[in-house]
């Protein structure tokens, strides 16, 4: 078998949540029967076993502050469109945990003590509502809007619930609104948008646990990143931290609430501290080089991680030293690390992380412009199948964090307004340009892939930059702006709106000047796009009707569609697509 499936079929977990009351209990995630399901994790008698068992997989899940339950969301083939159920820690049968309340896309999940639990949902019709369920009671709403909200954190006694909501019209950026749990009455707001405009982000990071105690962590963005704060919300007193550090900062309670575990991403890496509220000094924890894919405080005072760098696979450690959790089975073979690359480009500085195949020849080398989704995220070194089975192929991998990325300040991330897709090919051009002057990339051998925002982004620059790609690969793609926004989820085109402005009926012209359909009849690379029959994120039916005009046009092309959502969670799938990939693009490029 070749080392680049074993990367695919190595088994792999996720970091163990653990519940509050329980913290023997614990919720992972793992691959290692094929399809990603949730495990239910004893580490008292260090028994685990599969909690759910669906074709298509699950991952969304949690566990009831008591241990005693297992929630996770039962959806239909990857739709993302369904209702919670719950089974019993130690196992039994799967019954609805929300009787009541009908199928939505979810909206975030809250659950509290004596089996309490808050539940968001989504739907076209109703936009977005809460509710709050209590065992042997009717479910109860206390919220309702248009636009898109999601529930946040309760308190510890679960009297509040913080509500992260976009009312103000901009889906960038939440503001913050807790309320009284037994009526949806408003106890206090932190709103730092003005109608939408100049708007700054903000993230309810969970309620201090103490029984009682008011003091919520803030997730803000007033200065030019992410960095944590402490409101009170009986009081309104904010209170800012000690927290000096270059890039964003992301924080969560220990569990006694004397101190916060930080996470600090910058320029694509992750390192991890103890900020001491009382003394207010920040300590180092111990990182490897690398990225922190999840980190959580136990009650001991040891911290469990999930870390990973290009070239060593994921591993969920602790500060103590050991690993916490390990599959059984094969274990992923190792890629290349990366190397950054710092390029000048229109609206800044551009970082790419750039690989080399193993013992390659210094160039030009065929090279594959991997193009991250999101688009609010950002490639990292961190461990990943896809690219290491390009680079096992002799390709160059490059990487691309344009603007929209996250982890380079706010007015990095929030460049993505109006020009939609256009800025970020700028940068991936800027990017391009010096691959090929440095001697790194081969001209007649560039390969631009990508999936969701990725995928997009592939064919719109495939048609806005037909000289420059010589195949395009991309998954689960916008490809038809307009048919995308009448189709995708509520939520999502609320986020569109405050991309672009408007609805495609406000603002017609930016709409197209964004979408893939506008620029097909310029396409010369041959395009190969896969995609999910069930996705509703980038739903099938605009990506029908590319490929119909692509068809109209004879333009060179192949479609692998597949009984899925936005990607699969099933092992052997992913390698028929990656495998799929790789012989187009070496029938069309060579390797």
Same mark, same amino acid.
């Given at each position: ?91 039994? @049968? /799967?019954?609805? &945990?929300?009787?009541? !309340? =009908? ?6 999940? +809250? %659950? *509290?003590?004596? $089996? #309490? ?64 749990? @037994? /009526?949806?009455? &408003?106890?206090?707001? !932190? =709103? ?6 100049? +708007? %700054? *982000?903000?993230? $309810? #990071? ?64 992750? @390192? ?17 080089? *690398? ?301």
């Amino acid at each position: 078998m070749p080392e680049w499936e074993l990367r695919f079929r190595a088994p792999r977990v996720g970091l163990p949540e653990w519940a509050e009351d329980a913290p023997h209990h614990s919720l992972f995630v793992s691959n290692v029967t094929g399809t990603y399901e949730l495990y239910a994790w004893d580490r008292t008698s260090g028994g685990r076993r599969q909690v759910t068992d669906r074709p298509n997989g699950t991952t969304d899940g949690a566990l009831s502050r008591d241990g005693a339950w297992v929630w996770w969301f039962s959806d239909t083939d990857g739709d993302e469109f369904g209702v919670w159920m719950k089974q019993p820690f130690d196992g039994g @049968e /799967d019954v609805p &945990a929300a009787p009541g !309340l =009908d199928p939505s896309y979810p909206a975030g999940l +809250a %659950l *509290g003590p004596g $089996g #309490l639990a808050v539940i968001g949902r989504s739907t076209d019709e109703e936009g977005t509502t809460i509710h709050v369920v209590r065992p042997g009671a009717e479910p109860r709403e206390i919220y309702r809007h248009p636009e898109s909200a999601g529930v946040g954190e309760l308190s510890e006694d679960g009297t509040l619930v913080v509500i992260e909501h976009t009312e103000h019209g901009d889906a960038m950026h939440s503001a913050l609104r807790v309320v009284r749990v @037994e /009526d949806g009455s &408003a106890v206090a707001e !932190l =709103d730092d948008t003005e109608g939408g405009q100049h +708007a %700054l *982000g903000l993230d $309810g #990071l969970g309620f201090a646990p103490v029984p009682g105690d008011t003091r919520l962590l803030v997730g803000h963005q007033r200065t030019d990143r992410w960095l944590p704060m402490i409101w009170d919300v009986a009081t309104g007193e904010e209170t800012a931290l000690a927290v000096d550090l270059p890039g964003d900062v992301h924080a969560e309670w220990y569990p006694d609430g004397s101190a916060l575990l930080v996470v600090h991403d910058f320029h694509a890496r992750s @390192e991890m501290f103890r900020y001491d509220l009382a003394a207010g000094t920040l300590t180092p924890l111990e990182t490897p080089p *690398g990225s922190v894919n999840g980190a959580t405080a136990r009650p001991d005072g040891t911290v469990e991680y999930l870390w990973s760098s290009a070239a060593q696979p994921p591993a969920v450690r602790s500060t103590d030293g050991a690993v916490v959790l390990e599959a059984p089975g094969l274990r992923a073979p190792d890629s290349v690390p990366v190397e950054d690359v710092w390029v000048d480009g229109p609206g800044g500085r551009v970082h790419a992380l750039v690989q080399r195949p193993a013992n390659a020849e210094p160039g030009p080398l065929p090279t594959v412009f991997e193009i991250h989704g999101g688009p609010t995220w950002h490639d990292s070194d961190a461990f990943a199948a896809g690219p290491a089975a390009w680079l096992d192929h002799g390709f160059a991998v490059v990487r691309v964090n344009y603007r929209g990325s996250t982890g380079y300040g706010r007015e990095w991330t929030d460049a993505l307004k109006h020009r939609v897709g256009l800025i970020e090919l700028e940068d991936i051009a800027a990017v391009r340009e010096w691959a090929v002057s440095s001697g790194l990339a081969d001209p007649s051998r560039l390969v631009l892939t990508g999936g969701s925002w990725g995928g997009y982004l592939t064919l719109l620059g495939l048609g806005i930059q037909p000289e420059s790609w010589t195949v395009g690969i991309a998954a689960v793609p916008v490809a038809d702006y307009v048919t995308a926004y009448e189709d995708e989820m509520e939520p999502l085109k609320a986020l569109d709106r405050t991309f672009f402005g408007g609805s495609p009926q406000e603002v017609p012209e930016r709409y197209e000047a964004s979408s893939p359909l506008t620029y097909v009849d310029r396409v010369t690379a041959p395009v190969y796009i896969s995609a999910g029959t069930n996705d509703p994120r980038c739903p099938i039916r605009q990506i029908d009707n590319y490929v119909e005009r692509l068809r109209a046009l004879d333009k060179p092309h192949e479609v692998y569609r597949y009984d899925a959502g936005h990607g699969s969670l099933v092992v052997e799938e992913r390698i028929k697509q990656v495998r799929l990939e790789l012989a187009f693009a070496l029938r069309h490029v060579g390797g």
